[in-house]
């Protein structure tokens, strides 16, 4: 039998994995909006992130925790989720003071759609919001709300994925564009596998432009994604990443890329499109908000 009570683990056996993913689904399906971050659930299966477990006496997993580490002076970042079954016990304030505890300062904790719960908790903890990361949404196949014209100038060359032979390209300039974010930048080439290799991934959703003559290297990227039907909504597409290399700003490139992601979207059937922006990012919410998205949610960080 498990140990009851709060474990900080290096990682997770198969089945504890197993009850972690079954745990986060439960609770997506309780609130509407899931606990983990794609990065969070990735990492239950990794041991590039710590975890926190907290079992019930009978061994049965009642939260789970894990904490992705800053990188370069950013703070580690914990996400966190409780048993819809087992709420209302103190069980989410024990299963964040082991995180904090395990965790390296500065820390900061996710609270995916701030719902009021996690609100109230993150206060009585003593935490102020110090992030916002917005979800703007705009409706797809709508006579209301056409789509921009999509006009490619005649010195570029767009695209879509081709295969592995792109994902250095790809590498370098997601790292090079997030440089400055605590989630999107540092990938390697797993984090390209893990996506590639998942069921979701459409290499037709992955566009890509570069300088007409110079074909070879990258200029941007939008890939997209698509969200499966839940009980409660159909399914949704995502702005999912726009990276532009630094430097060529002022091409229109991000305006570019996101509308040849989101007409492949539209041309799919789709009927809504979603998207993650950070709620300082001025420039790319003057972008989204030109091409008809509007606010829909918010998840903040606690800090």
């Keep these: 039998m498990a140990e009851a009570g709060q474990k900080v683990l290096a990682s997770l056996d198969a089945e504890t994995a197993r009850a972690a993913h079954a745990l986060a689904e439960r609770a997506e399906r309780v609130d509407g909006v899931a606990p983990l971050s794609e990065q969070a659930v990735v990492g239950i299966d ?77 206060t009585s903890l003593g935490l102020k919001p110090l992030r916002e990361l917005l979800s703007m949404r705009r409706p797809l196949n709508d006579a209301d709300l056409p789509l921009p014209a999509l006009e490619v100038p005649d010195d570029l060359v767009l695209r879509t994925y081709v295969g592995p032979q792109d994902d250095a390209e790809i590498l370098r300039v997601n790292n090079a564009a997030f440089a400055w974010h605590p989630e999107q930048g540092g990938w390697t080439q797993d984090d390209i596998d893990a996506r590639t290799s998942s069921g979701w991934f459409d290499p ?5 432009v570069f300088d007409r003559s110079d074909p ?88």
Excluded: C
């Design 46 to 122: 990794t041991d590039r992130v710590t975890h926190v477990v907290f079992r019930s006496d009978a061994g049965d997993l009642l939260g789970y925790a894990n904490i992705t580490p800053g990188r370069d002076g950013e703070p580690a970042m914990i996400e966190a989720a409780v048993d819809p079954d087992h709420r209302g016990s103190g069980h989410g304030k024990s299963l964040l003071h082991a995180a904090f505890d395990a965790a390296s300062p500065p820390t900061r904790v996710w609270a995916h759609g701030d719902l009021p719960a996690a609100s109230a908790l993150a």
């Design 216 to 303: 070879d290297t990258l200029l941007g990227f939008h890939w997209t994604k698509v969200h499966p039907a839940t009980d409660d909504e159909p399914e949704i597409g995502e702005v999912y990443v726009v990276g532009v290399d630094t430097g060529t700003q002022g091409r229109g490139l991000g305006r570019l890329l996101t509308l040849a992601g989101i007409a492949h979207l539209e041309r799919s059937g789709l009927t809504t499109v979603e998207l993650y922006v950070e709620g300082d990012n001025t420039a790319a919410l003057h972008t989204y908000d030109r091409l008809g998205f509007t606010r829909h949610s918010v998840d903040v960080a606690y800090g």
């Design 204 to 208: 037709e959703g992955l566009f890509l």
